[in-house]
């Protein structure tokens, strides 16, 4: 109880403190004509309040990433409430606030754009097709696991198709809207749901001040095979969205189109990303009490414990009573069905753009709507008729979040460095998200499946590569565009 305490403390005060000087360090110009004036279409591009944004900043990063990949990472132990911690404020934070900041900077850009204006052009067709991948499996995922939720509460039909359909339609009704009719109306609801489930699961965290591991009884791995399951990068990849997650990257650059001042880009940013962290920390918590055994000090997992759904299920029935349980699981559905809804609308943005299909013509925007939403069709119906389809699915799209998170974060080393600022900031925990990327797709058995030690070595090697690039690139561009006038080298 006592490192959850000092973890939450943690979080606050990373808010506080580090989020301003991540802020200083960037440079806001509060006189700057935002894109959602310069470029208001009514569509897209909308001025909304600060809360209004902060509050779809925070449902669209949110989903059950930060829910169900905390009750995974719980399983390996205290290491996953340090991982939360310093992911959130030294990682996400920065990763969240920079890429929105410099969309909102340059004209709303979105993330390939972005991308490519940093890293070379040669990335935007590949991180475009890599983007459009994620945001589609992450808006198929948030249709099955909301949908499964909400059978459990109320079974209606077979695999609760009829929750499927219902969900799949608002999507479509979500993506094809301006962003102000639909989900600037019932995020406010949506919120509403999360934060009761959040606070409410806090709360009783301290009414009942339950018997969880601490720091001091060792950061060893908990789970059932940990052979199988190293800490290192498995646990990097299972807690995503309540550290740093890529996908939160496209979700910045959504809303950059609608904020009406660059002053309002950390409790936006940056601040939904703390909030994220707090969400995960209390949901890793609560698993750590409810399926820690602490005679042998290890995690129970498996049949015992059955999917994160159940998980979530169990814990919020048991905490909450039978309509505070409802309401909390209600909870994580709005979370993710307001992450799955903006992931499709990414979506659109970006094939549009990348098509040169302009999109206030609702004609073109139902065009677009209706091909992603065709392939997110196809890869639910996938994860429904294959056993282990749902997690085949999790787990492409997790390490293809944490590898899009990598490259966003050497996208805005280089963005800092040109602008002759702390680079170090995002610089760092690029090269730690390069091992962690790399690590896994060596190891996974879903993909290479190589020996660990080699895997790891792998890991080390690109890293080791990529920070060589950027140095070496760093000393060309300025040698480049310094030396004609006669300026040291920085």
């Known amino acids: ?232 990068p498995m646990m990097f990849i299972s807690i995503a969205c309540g550290a740093i997650s890529g996908f939160h990257a496209t979700q910045s650059t959504l809303m950059a189109r609608c904020m009406k001042n660059e002053k309002n880009g950390r409790p936006v940013f940056y601040g939904s990303m703390i909030m994220e962290g707090i969400v995960a920390l209390v949901w890793a918590a609560a698993a750590s009490f409810f399926f820690y055994n602490p005679e042998t000090g290890a995690v129970i997992h498996g049949q015992a414990i059955g999917s994160a759904a159940s998980v979530v299920s169990i814990i919020s029935k048991s905490w909450l009573g039978k309509v505070g349980g409802i309401i909390a699981i209600m909870g994580v559905v709005a979370a993710a069905v307001s992450t799955g809804d903006t992931a499709f609308r990414s979506a659109r943005l970006i094939l549009a753009d990348a098509l040169h299909i302009n999109q206030k013509s609702p004609l073109k925007r139902l065009m677009v709507t209706s091909i992603l939403l065709a392939a997110g069709g196809l890869i639910l119906w996938y994860s429904m008729a294959d056993k282990e389809g749902f997690n085949t699915i999790w787990q492409y799209f997790a390490w293809t979040n944490q590898t899009l998170a990598c490259v966003t974060l050497w996208a805005v080393s280089v963005f800092l460095a040109q602008e002759k600022k702390l680079y170090w900031i995002s610089l760092i925990p690029a090269a730690f998200m390069t091992v962690v990327s790399v690590t896994y797709i060596m190891f996974d058995d879903q993909s290479v499946n190589l020996n660990y030690n080699l895997s790891l070595v792998i890991g080390l090697l690109f890293m080791t590569i990529d920070v060589a690039w950027f140095f070496i690139w760093k000393h060309n561009y300025f040698k480049k565009h310094l030396t004609a006038q006669n300026k040291p080298l920085p």
């Open 1 to 232: 109880m006592i490192t959850f305490i000092i973890c939450l403390v943690l979080l606050i005060l990373g808010y506080i403190i580090y989020s301003r000087i991540v802020e200083k360090i960037f440079g806001i110009n509060v006189n700057k004509v935002t894109p959602a004036y310069e470029k208001r279409d009514d569509v897209d591009y909308i001025p909304m309040s600060t809360w209004r944004v902060f509050m779809i900043q925070f449902l669209n990063i949110a989903g059950v990433g930060p829910i169900f990949g905390a009750v995974m990472g719980a399983m390996y132990g205290t290491s996953s409430f340090l991982w939360i911690v310093f992911g959130s404020i030294f990682a996400g934070g920065v990763h969240d606030y920079i890429s929105g900041m410099i969309s909102l900077r340059e004209g709303g850009i979105n993330l390939p754009q972005i991308q490519a204006k940093y890293l070379g052009n040669i990335i935007k067709p590949i991180m475009r097709i890599l983007l459009i991948l994620l945001l589609v499996l992450c808006g198929a995922v948030f249709v099955s696991a909301p949908a499964g939720l909400l059978q459990g509460l109320l079974p209606v039909g077979k695999y609760g198709l009829l929750w499927i359909l219902l969900i799949v339609g608002y999507y479509f009704i979500a993506t094809m809207l301006p962003i102000n009719k639909i989900i600037g109306r019932v995020y406010p609801l949506f919120g509403a749901f999360l934060l009761f489930m959040a606070f409410g699961i806090m709360i009783m965290f301290f009414i009942k001040q339950p018997d969880i591991p601490e720091i001091w009884d060792g950061l060893q791995n908990r789970t059932a095979n940990p052979q199988a399951n190293p800490i290192f």
